[in-house]
């Protein structure tokens, strides 16, 4: 990845915006999972692999044995976690 600060911060603040979109559309709906819990879902995924651009070029350039997960991967955990809370979050 060969970005700023300011692009990880404008894709995480995005990330954010649609998560918390999503959660209040389910919120008013009175659906399970709401606002807080879609936005939360949202920036954490979108770090998660954030994370993985930024570590992933490092590594290899590196050349540390070290195997990075892909970020579906990183966002099935998440989203099992969320899911543990309510039924219909996601996949």
Do not use: H, Y
């Not at 659906?31 to 920036?43: C, D, I, P, S």
């Not at 070029?57 to 309510?86: E, H, M, Q, T, W």
């Amino acid at each position: 990845m060969t970005g700023s600060i300011d692009q990880a911060a404008i894709g995480l603040g995005v990330a954010t915006f649609l998560g918390a979109s999503i959660g209040f559309e389910r919120q008013w709906r009175q659906r399970m999972a709401g606002l807080r819990t879609n936005t939360l879902v949202a920036l954490a995924t979108s770090f998660v692999v954030l994370v993985n651009l930024i570590l992933r070029p490092l590594v290899l350039a590196g050349g540390v044995g070290v195997v990075l997960d892909s970020p579906s991967k990183a966002f099935r955990v998440i989203c099992r976690n969320a899911a543990a809370k309510s039924t219909d979050v996601c996949c």
